[in-house]
């Protein structure tokens, strides 16, 4: 059993994109030449998690279960958990409490885009961080959109408001959160907002109250995006398309990062490449290791 545990929300109705999720579950629309997904997926494994559990709705968690099967060919080990109803980001906690346990948690959401390499370091400053948790912000142009922190002249979080009409910041929370071994706890004594929803911002809140919310500014120029509308779909797809042209490397391919992790030995990535039609994609993937062959 990992000592972190991994969730990866994938449900909501994307109705911000209908009618293209009328469908199609949002996070399997592509990201230029991957699953949206998969985005989301590849941080939390370079964040050394193995253990995941993606939760989605009743209708779509079929759907995803069938495309991302249990993880194994990439040495992870996938369950799925059904939200009833979209009943809000912390409820997805308490819906894995099962499988949680003890254990500390990293949850995000799937239409949430990093770049894993930009993220390297901030995600190996909060994984060493054991108690209390780790959230990060980014300055937005658009902060009635999300959830925003006020932060002092040491960076220490003084307020936190989800949606606000009047902000008092700029500072968006992103959506990748760190929480240590009271996360289950501390969801199960919220209370639902006027919306209805367990509200991820209270539970940071619970946090910020106990003095133990550690927030990381993260620089603006850095790449993130929320994947929720139509723009920033074709944005992020615009984006991965050029880092890659520019990179000459594929981005958030999970198979390249199951190899670089030590998920998976050469055999088993060997084999699950030749499980794979003969495309661009896997061509990419086998010349990874030809350039490891060649080292």
């Not at 000592?3 to 996070?27: C, D, M, Q, S, Y």
């Not at 939390?44 to 194994?72: C, F, H, K, N």
């Not at 929720?228 to 390249?256: F, H």
Request: glycine residues 8%; negative net charge; proline residues 6%.
């Amino acid at each position: 059993m990992s000592e972190r545990f991994g969730i990866l929300l994938a449900g909501g109705l994307g109705t911000r994109l209908f009618p293209i999720t009328r469908t199609v579950n949002k996070h399997l629309l592509p990201v230029y030449n991957k699953p949206q997904i998969y985005y989301s997926l590849v941080i939390l494994m370079r964040a050394g998690l193995r253990e995941i559990a993606i939760v989605s709705t009743p209708t779509t968690t079929p759907v995803l279960q069938e495309s991302l099967g249990d993880g194994s060919e990439w040495g992870l080990d996938i369950s799925y958990v059904v939200q009833p109803e979209p009943k809000g980001i912390a409820q997805a906690i308490l819906l894995c409490g099962d499988l949680i346990k003890n254990r500390p948690v990293t949850l995000m959401l799937g239409d949430n885009l990093f770049l894993t390499d930009e993220m390297a370091p901030y995600l190996e400053e909060a994984l060493a961080r054991k108690q209390g948790a780790s959230v990060f912000a980014v300055p937005v142009d658009d902060p009635e959109r999300f959830g925003i922190v006020t932060l002092d002249a040491n960076g220490r979080a003084t307020d936190l408001v989800e949606k606000p009409k009047n902000p008092a910041s700029n500072m968006a929370v992103t959506g990748l959160y760190f929480y240590d071994s009271d996360a289950l706890e501390l969801t199960a004594g919220l209370t639902p907002s006027a919306r209805g929803e367990l509200e991820i911002t209270d539970l940071n809140r619970a946090y910020m109250d106990r003095q133990s919310l550690y927030v990381e500014s993260l620089p603006a120029d850095i790449t993130w995006l929320d994947c929720g509308n139509p723009d920033s779909l074709v944005e992020a797809s615009q984006t991965i398309k050029e880092l890659e042209s520019k990179r000459n490397s594929l981005i958030a391919c999970p198979e390249e990062l199951a190899l670089e992790m030590g998920f998976v030995d050469r055999a088993g990535y060997e084999a699950l490449l030749a499980a794979m039609p003969k495309t661009q994609y896997r061509a990419y993937l086998e010349s990874l290791l030809a350039g490891k062959s060649a080292a």
